[in-house]
């Protein structure tokens, strides 16, 4: 064969080479392969990755473009509600479920049109590897959705944006729920209407959420201040969660909210420039916070919560028995205080993979390094 005939094939095999997941998970998710060493494939239409996220052969999607779903579903107009006033700062509801009818009676109505394609994300099936090119992989107007079993799905280095933002109900840029072995890494949400990510009332299993930006950054508010309330849920009945080097910003509520029976690993996160509260826990939650910085964050636990909490201020010898190393401190600068001296439920992590920390002032370069674009 002439070398010429070879050439393409080389580069193709070069190309497939550079199309690869970067680095590991760590932590709960540490082993999560995703679509493996399946053949990358580039979808050129929503429709095709709707099908590849959503076909039961496990695949390595690469985006190296926006995917703009935007009335791919058409639009509704429907009687809503404004629970925090009718102010063109201010989030309004859709009658999601009866919610205006049921839980806010007292609201005003309100007309509202939004697109339909922001409700439901993109269902992503077993054995996937979603992987941005560069800083081209964005998806828009729909957020991506893994439940009823789903699990091995690595999703990296994709940007989740512009859901419905004005509206409540109007759609969740990631759901976990019935999963097991996540990794979200690398990943910008923004403008959303609800969660940037949700991991419902069933179990969603081991996940890692590592390096990514959570940006609140919207003006629309519930909150009525140009700050998201809606930012991590994770309320999931048996959930161990690695949340390590994100960046969550902007933010006035529920970032995150921690419920049902879940073990959550904060470590090395910034949080940054929030109005309002950052953890808010009920009962069955158990955290541990190390490592991390609170900076501008007016409240960083939200009082008359409950659950159970480990939070030093000081580097605490507690963790040795579990994870081989004391816990770390965390930094606060203009913020408000987050101490928890509950050290009962840290047995939970014995056995499991636990990521590694660092000072709390490496965190500070999370800033730079979080996010779809900054490989
Ligand atoms: C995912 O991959 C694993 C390992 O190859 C395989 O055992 C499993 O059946 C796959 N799951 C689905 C839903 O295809």
Partial sequence: MRPSALWPSALVALAHTAAAVTGAAEGFAKGVTGGGNA???????????????????????????????TGTEGTATETGCAPWGTGSGCQTALNKNDWCTKEQPNAPSVTITYDKAGILGITVKSNKSLIGVGNKGVIKGKGIRMVSGTNNVIIQNIHITNLNPQYVWGGDAITLDNTDMIWIDHVTTSLVSRQHVVLGNNPSGRVTISNSKFDGKTSWSATCNGYHYWGLYFTGSNDMITLKNNLITHMSGRSPKVAGNTLLHAVNNYWYDSEGHAFELESGAKVLVEGSVFQNVETPLQSGGSGQLFASTSAASACSQYFGRACEANGFGSSGTLAGSDTSFLQYFAGKNIASATDYNTAKNVFNTAGFGTF
């Fill in 39 to 69: 053949s990358p494939v580039y979808p050129q239409t929503t429709a095709e990755l709707v099908s590849y996220l959503g076909d039961s052969q496990p695949r390595v999607i690469m985006l190296d473009r926006t995917f703009d779903f």
